[in-house]
């Protein structure tokens, strides 16, 4: 199953992308091992994809890259971007997530 862009992630990328000015036009997304619950996730720019197993799509104006180790945690989910109270920030809607811990940093598969 592929990799989702809610509507209001694509947007909030598409403007972050436009500051870095053609900088970085890839974006990382993995999992690492670590935190509370066993893994975390993680958001960074890169340059390139780093190897020929990496998982690549094309969101028209900018990538998204994912390692295969962590593609097998994060195939289905749905990257989405939301607005609270308490702030805003990227949330993944992973389906095979069992648990989270409390402070929402870190999840269990």
């Given at each position: 199953m592929?990799?989702?862009l809610s509507d209001?992630?694509?947007?909030q990328l598409l403007g972050m992308f436009a500051k870095r000015e053609g900088k970085q036009p890839h974006l990382r997304v993995g999992v690492k091992g670590g935190g509370c619950s066993g893994y975390s996730y993680l958001f960074d720019f890169?340059?390139?994809p780093s190897t020929d197993d990496d998982k690549v799509f094309d969101f028209e104006k900018f990538k998204i890259v994912?390692?295969?180790k962590s593609y097998f945690f994060l195939s289905n989910t749905e990257l989405d971007?939301?607005?609270e109270v308490m702030g805003?920030?990227?949330t993944f809607k992973n389906p095979e997530v069992t648990s989270t811990c409390g402070c929402g940093e870190s999840v269990a598969f």
């Open positions: 592929p990799f989702t209001n992630a694509k947007t890169d340059e390139e994912i390692d295969k971007y939301v607005e805003s920030r990227f």
